[in-house]
């Protein structure tokens, strides 16, 4: 059966500890901008935490959403890529080969999640920050657009896994670094074409939202609406 992945991020959970998205950074080589670059707009985030406030000092209460590439099966940014780099996976990524991307950036302006990232300049990561550098997964040079991949890096590694032991895959044996790392266990991550793995009962939860879905990108990404 061919997987289908799909996230689910509980919004009860979410601390807004952002381990998230350091786990992220390093896990998948995100450059790292410094604060003349971040003034121009050009820092890069696979997965960002938004913050919402209610209500007047001293009665706030702060509500978080990590964001990140939604996964949408009617994608806006893939038919608007002219080399086809931005592209719909067999298991329902939307995956990026880095050397057709021409820099058009069609992709990121179509995108409404403001969740593609143009790279401005080639990475350097002074010492010793290059040392965790991951060689799984590819340094992105200047002129070309990047953004979540879901790790997909962790999801080829866990199939051979599976299938070097001749068995089928766990429900939960793969994590992105964002799941992997999050202290409340806010995100979940599987396949949606189990109708028993965990994200899809979660995605089936009344709780459950997709982000602008009056938009009809169809996300793979399911919130579930914070209660308390
Ligand atoms: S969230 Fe943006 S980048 Fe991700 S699939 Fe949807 S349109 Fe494409």
Partial sequence: MTHRWGMAVDLDRCTGCEACVTACRTENNVRIAGPEESAKGRSIAWIRVERYYEG?????????????????????????????ASHHSEEGLNAQIYNRCIGTRYCANACPYNVRFFNFGNPVWDRPLDLPLNPDVSVREVGV????????QRISAGKDQAKAEGRELRDG??????????????????DLNDPESAVSMLSRSSRGTKLMDDLGTQPKVTYLKKEY
Avoid: N, W
Wanted: net charge negative; glycine share 2%.
């Fill in 173 to 190: 044996e793969i994590k992105p670094a964002c799941v992997q790392s999050c202290p409340t266990s806010a995100l979940v991550f599987g």
């Fill in 145 to 152: 657009v990047e953004k979540c991949t879901f790790c997909t």
């Fill in 56 to 84: 007047d000092f001293p009665d706030v209460r702060v509500k978080f959403r990590p964001v990140m590439c939604q996964q949408c099966d009617a994608a806006p940014c893939e038919p608007v890529c002219p080399t086809y």
